[in-house]
């Protein structure tokens, strides 16, 4: 078992990873919209990271940690988790686990003050991960469609 940044050779396999995670939510992306993203966040290190991890060289799991956001209340960056997912094949196996612990530790190494993260509420399987480690919530999120 591996846990590494991806790289160009993965675009196929996180955006599969992607599809998953928006056949679960019930929204609709096209093929080549994931791609863009991918390739932004390949372009775009020192914005997103994505990390995936492999059992016997197979991409299993992925998550993105998007850093730069800046908090006016500390004068730090924090950074928010996006698109935790491991393929139900692999899943009950603590590979989410692995992957959380790990954003966590390059979350700390990047010196961000904090992490957010969204759930839907009757996701109880993800809610129960980060509060496992730690993660806390006393807020409702909210969205504006814009375009």
Not at 18 to 28: D, G, P, Q
């Amino acid at each position: 078992m591996e846990i590494r940044l991806a790289t160009a050779a993965d675009e196929t396999a996180v955006c599969r990873l992607w599809k998953i995670l928006l056949n679960f939510y019930r929204k609709e992306a096209s093929p080549e919209m994931l791609k863009r993203s991918f390739q932004y966040c390949m372009g775009h290190p020192q914005r997103v990271l994505i990390f995936i991890i492999l059992i016997e060289g197979v991409v299993t799991g992925t998550a993105s940690l998007h850093m730069g956001h800046f908090s006016t209340w500390s004068g730090q960056f924090y950074g928010h988790v996006e698109d935790v997912v491991v393929d139900p094949a692999y899943r009950c196996r603590g590979l989410a686990d692995l992957l959380i612990r790990h954003v966590i530790e390059v979350a700390r190494e990047h010196n961000l003050c904090r992490l957010e993260l969204t759930a839907l509420n009757v996701n109880k399987e993800a809610r129960n991960l980060y509060e496992k480690h730690g993660f806390t919530t006393d807020s409702v999120a909210y969205e504006l469609h814009l375009k």
